[in-house]
């Protein structure tokens, strides 16, 4: 107070005394809603800092919830796709062993059944590479047996036959081949012709009079005339027949599903198997479902013959 004017000196200490009497009595009276009002005053004076900066932290969690901590989630996100990913892929191999395992059972159960028929079980290891020709490859060969011109079946009817027998492979001209063909006749009359192949799912019956009586629906069987298949096997449905000058034009739906191979039966004899096999329904169906046998299938495919005949 050395530095002011000796007049001001007590203009000041006089506005100094008035201020701390009303802070004295600010904090002696209360305001209306029985609060002290120097408190009215200070929270009056803080409440703007205080509001601004709660807007400002709230600001910045949601910038972190909504955007930095979406980082995280992200990364969470895609470890379960992944996770989601492997096991799809474990279901989808699952689902394929069920389904080899009952192919497998339903082939063991055939043979079982044919016990004094010898036969050989073979996996299909590959197609031709000539797109105008039906022919697949067998994991089994002359070690095993396996000549030309031996029939291949599987449980629901005909597939092919033989045509190159190697080491351990062999050939097989598919029954939908051009160049393919059966002995056959329709189950119930009797009425003979021969099956071939179009190059299509449909197979073409040929030499079938064009006064016989043919049906759709009727069941066509193998003959055994052409010394390669026995008599009786299932080969397909008839599903479409139309009139000719001399000969029926018929096709035939194979009762084998043969677009879809992966184990076949390779027959070592052409006599007559005791129990035929599974003869699809007149409705139409090529495919029959043959029975399944509820036991362990292990070391199906290296199955060897009773005997062989080359």
């Keep these: 107070m050395a530095g002011l004017p000796s007049r001001h000196r007590s203009l000041f200490l ?145 597939v092919g036959k033989v045509i190159e027998s190697f080491g351990d492979t062999s050939q097989v001209l598919l029954l939908t081949d051009r160049d393919s063909g059966v002995g056959a006749m329709i189950a119930d009359s009797r009425i003979h012709g021969q099956v071939g192949g179009m190059g299509e799912p449909l197979l073409d019956m040929k030499h079938v009079g064009a006064d016989e009586e043919v049906k759709i629906g009727d069941r066509v069987v193998t003959s055994g005339m052409d010394r390669i298949f026995p008599k009786d096997l299932p080969v397909g449905i008839v599903s479409q027949v139309k009139p000719g000058a001399s000969f029926k034009q018929i096709r035939v739906r194979p009762s084998a599903n043969i677009e879809r191979l992966e184990e076949v039966i390779v027959l070592l004899t052409t006599d007559p198997l005791s129990l035929k096999l599974d003869v699809p329904a007149a409705s139409g169906n090529a495919t029959a479902t043959p029975p399944a046998i509820a036991q362990p299938v292990s070391g199906l495919i290296n199955t060897k013959p009773a005997e062989k005949h080359p």
């Design 14 to 158: 006089l506005a100094l005394v008035v201020l701390l009497q009303v802070l004295m009595l600010a904090v002696q009276i209360k305001s209306d809603s029985q609060g002290r009002l120097i408190r009215v005053w200070t929270v009056s004076a803080v409440s703007p800092v205080e509001r601004s900066g709660a807007w400002s932290i709230g600001k910045f969690r949601d910038a972190w919830r909504h955007y930095f901590a979406l980082s995280d989630t992200a990364r969470q996100n895609e470890e379960l796709i992944r996770e989601n990913g492997r096991l799809k892929l474990e279901i989808t191999q699952l689902q394929s062993k069920s389904a080899e395992a009952d192919r497998l059972a339903s082939l063991l159960n055939f043979k079982q059944k044919q016990a004094k028929v010898p036969m050989i079980l073979a996996r299909v290891i590959g197609s031709g590479a000539d797109a105008n020709s039906a022919v697949v490859y067998l994991d089994q060969g002359l070690h095993e047996g396996i000549r030309k011109n031996m029939g291949v079946i599987t449980p629901e009817g005909v």
